[in-house]
């Protein structure tokens, strides 16, 4: 197998931090307090979309190994589309009543299966690729990438609108998680290879920036938990 040029081995190496940021919410899950069934399936797709994200700039980003580059790129843009999805989910299931629940359970989902199979036709080498939000020299989002980001905003806003009943220990928390999505989607504006003088790796430091932006959102599940546990320990007045 050849080296890696500067950005594939930065880009390999930081996927990491997405595939442990995954590890280390499902470790506290187990040593620190129990989330809900859909908050841990969220946490074990991060571990997977984690394992897509190392192949993918290790094996298929520039001396494919196993399975050809376009195939790699799927796994990893596709299985990020499923993560965004899972946490709409989460914020649907915790805080939405059963109606629109319902009603926004379907309306993700298609979002997410439309986003995961315009993305896999897409990346087919039989189709022509065009950047869906062209950035020039610089990068851009293509039509995957750009579902993927609506998702994630998608996701943001169910958590946002019931902000009421977040217990406000947990809500700077939640902001936190904001400006992290806001940093990171402005880094991953970039192609994977781009790299500013002299060594930020864009695209490797938006791997780091989306994995500490996992780990609270972590923290504001854990927050919004031991809040709830504390108020239905209080005594009831009257």
Known sequence: ????????????????????????????????????????????????????????????????????????????????IVVAWAFAACALADYWPERT??????????????????????????????????????????PGETLLIVLSVTSFLLFFRKRAEIPERARPLLLCVLVIFLVGMLLATASNEQIVWPFLSIHAIWHLVGAFGFVVLWAFEHVVLEERARRAEEPQSG
């Open 1 to 80: 197998m050849e080296s890696l040029p500067n950005f594939g081995l930065a880009n390999a190496t930081t996927g990491f931090a997405t595939l442990f940021s995954g590890m280390t919410a499902l470790l506290f899950c187990a040593l620190v307090r129990r989330q809900p069934p859909h908050w841990e399936r969220a946490w074990w797709l991060v571990v997977i979309t984690g394992v897509f994200t190392v192949t993918l700039h290790g094996f298929g980003e520039t001396n494919p190994m196993l399975l050809p580059r376009w195939f790699w790129s799927f796994l990893d843009t596709g299985s990020n």
């Open 101 to 142: 629940r319902k009603i926004g359970s379907r309306a993700i989902a298609a979002l997410m299966v439309i986003g995961v199979v315009w993305h896999f036709v897409d990346r087919m080498p039989s189709t022509p690729r065009t950047l869906l939000v062209p950035l020039g020299s610089w990068g851009g989002f293509y």
